[in-house]
């Protein structure tokens, strides 16, 4: 598969997000390693997850804990997975989710979500999502500490804009390696940041990549989407397949990490990496999710 960078580390071009996996509607758990497993088999060495990626109050990292056994029951060499993690979002079990952002809170969840992995020092951990109540900077602060401590050996920040990246970027002394934010061909909010970290150099992971490309496909969207629909019937491709090559086109930093939860959607999805889109096409698509 493609390779793109995180940090020094060479991950594939397409990861896998674990969270479909874990919450509301999750499958059971022998096709949630089918699925881990349907992943590597296909290339993918970039997992995301999150000690969040559960139900139930008393099942916290159970996403965390999930891939840790696919990963150990591959059969084959796992060395080369990146599982990167997250700490900072917290789910009650009442359905809602919550922040927590204090420093001392972090630095107790990352030693948590190591356990969880069976790692001694986590690949990658980011900052979940900003806290109000806690200064931003409190928080990635701690995550510079654990840095720095070799607690983990790299760091990433999600659901942040332009001002706190570049925050982060300084208070880590220019360590940042990843911004994971939403961003789809429906929600594309997020591309100042997206440009800010082609600028820099930092990783962008978008999370839920394929947003609104299922609502197109069935007709629920409106005909701006049509697109993609267009382009992947020419290439003989799933219109998934086309999302995930037109936002690998837009920058040489982005690193899909569409949501899986079957075999086959992780393979579809794996193949995009070598999906080559013409560039009228990427700037078909470009105007068209605009």
């Known amino acids: 598969m493609q390779q793109r960078t995180i940090g020094g580390r060479a991950v594939s071009a397409i990861g896998l997000g674990g969270m479909p996996m874990s919450i509301e509607g999750r499958p059971d758990r022998d096709r949630s390693i089918a699925t881990i497993h349907a992943a590597v088999d296909a ?3 970039l997992i995301d ?3 969040a990626y559960h139900l139930h109050a008393d099942e916290v990292g159970h996403n965390e804990e999930l891939i840790a056994e696919a990963l150990r029951s591959y059969g084959g060499d796992t060395s080369g997975v990146l599982v990167a993690t997250k700490g900072g979002h917290l789910r009650p079990g009442d359905g809602s989710w919550t922040k927590d952002g204090r420093p001392e809170y972090l630095k107790e969840a990352v030693k948590a979500s190591a356990k969880r992995l069976g790692v001694e020092a986590i690949g990658l951990y980011q900052f979940h999502r900003p806290d109000p109540n806690v200064p931003y900077g409190d928080s990635v602060g701690a995550i510079r500490d654990l840095l720095d401590d070799g607690v983990i050996e790299m760091a990433g920040i999600s659901n942040a804009n332009p001002d706190q990246i570049r925050q982060a970027q300084d208070i880590l002394g220019g360590r940042l390696v990843s911004v994971q934010n939403q961003f789809s061909p429906r929600f594309r909010s997020s591309q100042p940041e997206l440009e800010l970290c082609a600028e820099l ?3 962008f992971l978008p ?3 394929l947003g609104g490309i299922s609502l197109a496909r069935s007709g629920e969207l409106g005909a701006e989407y049509s697109a993609f629909l267009e ?3 020419a290439h003989g491709v799933s219109p998934f397949q086309v999302t995930l090559a037109w936002e690998l086109a837009l920058a040489p930093v982005v690193v899909p990490i569409p949501g899986s939860s079957r075999p086959a959607s992780i393979t579809d999805s794996a193949a995009a990496a070598e999906l080559q889109l013409t560039d009228d096409e990427v ?3 470009s ?4």
């Not at 105007?287 to 605009?290: E, I, N, R």
């Open 287 to 290: 105007a068209d999710a605009a």
């Open 283 to 285: 700037a078909r698509l």
């Open 49 to 51: 997850t999150a000690d």
């Open 207 to 209: 999370w839920s990549p």
């Open 201 to 203: 150099g930092i990783a």
């Open 231 to 233: 382009v992947a019937e």
């Open 43 to 45: 290339g993918v060495t």
